[in-house]
């Protein structure tokens, strides 16, 4: 995926999570926002994990503008797909996600935040979204395989 030209010379503009739409303005460091893989509608995936346990709780979308927020208020802030704007976890459920860290991936097209979670984490009301593990019956299920 092609990352935009974000000069550092000019205000950064997030790509936008709405392809036809325009750029929206962000206060985004230029030079982590040319460092950001965006899916062709200004997405990153979000994979977000307890602070203290290290489990997966959710995968969620952010722009630039939602990590821009992420990292300058140190609340989860996500771009909502279905809805089409902006999301505080927490706001209206009250179970909050107070960011301890956030890393980018190698490839610049994830980012892993790490929170305290307040709260469930999933909007079923569990405590992750990830709970309904799949049978695995591949040959080599439950080794260690190959170092990589």
Do not use: N
């Not at 936008?16 to 965006?38: Q, V």
């Not at 610049?108 to 309904?132: E, I, K, P, R, Y």
């Amino acid at each position: 995926m092609p990352v935009p030209d974000l000069s550092p010379a000019a205000p950064a503009t997030a790509p936008g999570p709405d392809p036809a739409g325009p750029a929206r303005p962000t206060a985004l460091d230029p030079a982590i926002a040319a460092r950001l893989r965006r899916t062709p509608d200004g997405l990153v995936a979000a994979v977000v994990r307890a602070h203290d346990s290290g489990d997966v709780l959710m995968v969620a979308w952010m722009d630039d503008e939602a990590l821009h927020r992420t990292l300058t208020t140190g609340r989860a802030t996500y771009w909502s797909r279905s809805r089409r704007e902006y999301w505080v976890k927490g706001e209206t459920s009250g179970h909050h996600q107070y960011v301890r860290a956030v890393a980018l991936d190698c490839d610049g097209d994830a980012v892993l935040v790490s929170v305290d979670q307040v709260g469930v984490a999933c909007h079923t009301g569990s405590w992750t979204c990830f709970s309904d593990e799949l049978p695995v019956t591949g040959a080599s299920a439950g080794s260690a395989g190959p170092a990589s």
